[in-house]
Nanobody
Framework: QVQLLESGGGLVQAGDSLRLSCAASGRTVSNYVMGWFRQPPGKEREFVAGHSSRGGRTLYADSVQGRFTISRDNAKNTVYLQMNSLKPEDTAVYYC?????????????????????WGQGIPVPVSS
């Protein structure tokens, strides 16, 4: 079993930056595809970013491309989401997720059903 714990969230203003962390425990996730998802108030959970250690491949949602960066530190078993130029529409609960199968095709990183481990989520309110 893998446990995922998000941290780093909190109230920010539009234009600010914030870095979320996701610490994994229970197993080494270096070969897992790791993803970030978010659920805005009253809406469905949506893909934000995904990362594979195989070649450092990444995939981003169009809405965050160029503003958010996913990265990982395998020595710390931790994944990060650097969020810059935050907008009020980025307000959501952010979730870390792990795919133990380590899917190869980048296009699949955005599939919510791909991931078999999830964190509890952390709120990120962005005020205007």
């Amino acid at each position: 079993q893998v446990q995922l714990l998000e941290s780093g969230g909190g109230l920010v203003q539009a234009g600010d930056s914030l870095r979320l962390s996701c610490a994994a425990s229970g197993r080494t996730v270096s070969n897992y595809v790791m993803g970030w998802f978010r659920q805005p108030p009253g809406k469905e959970r949506e893909f934000v970013a995904g990362h594979s250690s195989r070649g450092g491949r990444t995939l981003y949602a169009d809405s965050v491309q160029g503003r958010f960066t996913i990265s990982r530190d395998n020595a710390k078993n931790t994944v990060y989401l650097q969020m810059n130029s935050l907008k009020p529409e980025d307000t959501a609960v952010y979730y870390c997720a792990a795919d133990s199968g380590g899917v190869f095709f980048v296009v699949l990183f955005g599939a919510i059903t791909l991931y078999d481990y999830w964190g509890q989520g952390i709120p990120v309110p962005v005020s205007s």
